[in-house]
Every structure is written in structure tokens, then in C-alpha cells.
């Protein structure tokens, strides 16, 4: 199984990034896809879900601002990142858990993303 992130960058504040994630070696539409984030000295945190029925959820940080969306076609997720802040600054993950079993999981190994004041 294999997740790789990719779109990370260094960005002013106001801008915006696209982060994508290939998933591989899974049945990529019976996992429920998300994104997180770790900044330094903080725990990571949930960004934003793709429920099973294809509604997302974000965190309210974010809301309003990032949209995840998936392509089961492509095996791939993205999220669209706008107005980004520096407080948006981190290291995002990709993860796929299974939706029969959530200890089946899996993460990609992250891209930075940098937000300049």
C-alpha cells in the first residue's frame, strides 16, 4: 500500500495550493479518506474527511477556506487550499482507513506546506 502526497510549497499568505494524494495497493473506494496536519511542537489534527456517502467534513479552521474532494477513478484525493494563513503552516497528511474496520489505516509520508507572513 502506498499513499504519496504531492503540491506542498511555500506560499505568501492569501494564496493558494492544491495538495493531491495517490493512493495504491488498495481498494481505494471502501477507505474513508482524510487529511490531517502536524506544525511543530503541535499534535497532528483531523483537516478534512470524505464521508462514505461523499459528504466532507472540516475542521473549523479551515471551513470555508479548504475543499477536499476525491477521484475514485484516479485512486487520488485533493485538497484545495485558499486563503491560506500562517497558522495553515505544516506538514499534511494523507490517510485511507478501511470503512469495515477503522484499525486498518494507513498514512502517506507528508508534504510541507509553508504559509509566509
Known amino acids: 500500500v502506498q499513499l504519496v502526497e504531492s503540491g506542498g510549497g511555500l506560499v505568501q499568505t492569501g494564496g493558494s495550493l492544491r495538495l493531491s494524494c495517490v493512493v495504491s495497493?488498495?481498494?481505494?473506494?471502501?477507505?474513508?479518506m482524510s487529511w490531517y496536519r502536524q506544525a511543530p511542537g503541535k499534535e497532528r489534527e483531523s483537516v478534512a474527511t470524505?464521508?462514505?456517502?461523499?459528504?466532507?467534513g472540516y475542521a473549523d479552521s479551515v471551513k470555508g477556506r479548504f475543499t477536499m474532494s476525491r477521484e475514485n477513478a484516479n485512486n487520488t484525493v485533493y485538497l484545495q487550499m485558499n486563503s491560506l494563513k500562517p497558522e495553515d503552516t505544516a506538514v499534511y497528511y494523507c490517510?485511507?482507513?478501511?470503512?469495515?474496520?477503522?484499525?486498518?489505516?494507513?498514512w502517506g509520508p507528508g508534504t510541507q506546506v509553508t504559509v509566509s507572513s
Open positions: 495497493g488498495l481498494s481505494f473506494n471502501r477507505y474513508r
Open positions: 470524505i464521508f462514505d456517502g461523499g459528504s466532507a
Open positions: 490517510h485511507a482507513r478501511w470503512i469495515f474496520n477503522p484499525s486498518n489505516n494507513y
